[in-house]
């Protein structure tokens, strides 16, 4: 019986060992399927248990280096393994969502600044300085594209718009390079988040018990993450007595900031939402738009959000 109950579990280790591969394969045609390669092993994991979704994973990421070439396979190795495996193991602790999230969140930060390690010391390849590259190709390829622009439409109002482009781009080369961290502290949020709830959504179909995420309504920072990040810009403000350069450690805390209480907000208009009596068709249609217009109202959202973290606005009482 055991023997049975081994021999199943290892046949369905190598279907989803397939089905990572599948996904790989066809992340270098859709680079937006990479982001799900956690998916499978999750489910894997609560099905089995966490060390068949680490065989699987660990057995796709060779097939992936020896199929589509080794920097490939480093790629799904240092990034997207350890935030399956951390988000496997919350899941198949019956951790709460909001906690299992945060482990996810925390691998992808640290596997993120691994691979950039990687690059800048194994590869001599300087990830910001490569992104900074992009961006300014990008901007010379829309300026060659407005210079092939015939004369006669070239009005006075349109020539005004390419000189403000071209004072823009170099600030924005700037904030890309400078605010890197912040995004990508928002961008590992963003994608653990995304992989849970994607995961939760497949383990109903399978029948499997993962813990439902209640949704952002209910999400909420801790009472003290502005105190702690208060600590933190003194703390940068101690570093310019030695005259260290803090403005982008300064930045980056404003933008991180910034960024929680504009989600802050977003989740207290969310939660306000639920509550109505309104259709649930008018309720997504209106967190549709509230999220379309985020960033023309950023300001009031971030505004809401701590006043919601000062006062507690939704009578939550818990935060993640």
Known sequence: MNRNLKTSNITESAMITGILVIIAYLSSFITL??????????????????????????????????????????VFLILYTPLAVALTYGICRDEDANKTIL??????????VLYILFLNFIMDINFIERVAEMYDQSFEMTRGLFDNIPDQLRTEQFEQYISDIEKIAPMMNYIVTSVFPAVLIAASVITSYINYIVASKFAVRFSINVKQHEGIGYFSFPRNFMISMAGLLLLSFLLGLFNINVEIIQLNLFIIVFIAMLLQGVAVLKFLIDKSKMSKFARNLIFVIIILMSISFSIIYAIIGLVDLTIDLRKINRAV
């Not at 994973?57 to 920097?71: T, Y």
């Not at 482990?103 to 993120?112: E, H, K, L, P, W």
């Open 33 to 74: 399927l990479m982001f799900f390669y956690p998916t499978p092993a999750i489910i894997l994991g609560k099905r089995k248990g966490l060390k068949y979704s680490i065989l699987a994973l660990i057995a796709s990421d060779l097939i992936i280096s020896m199929l589509l070439g080794v920097q490939t396979g480093l």
């Open 103 to 112: 482990f996810g969140t925390a691998a992808y930060m640290i596997s993120f």
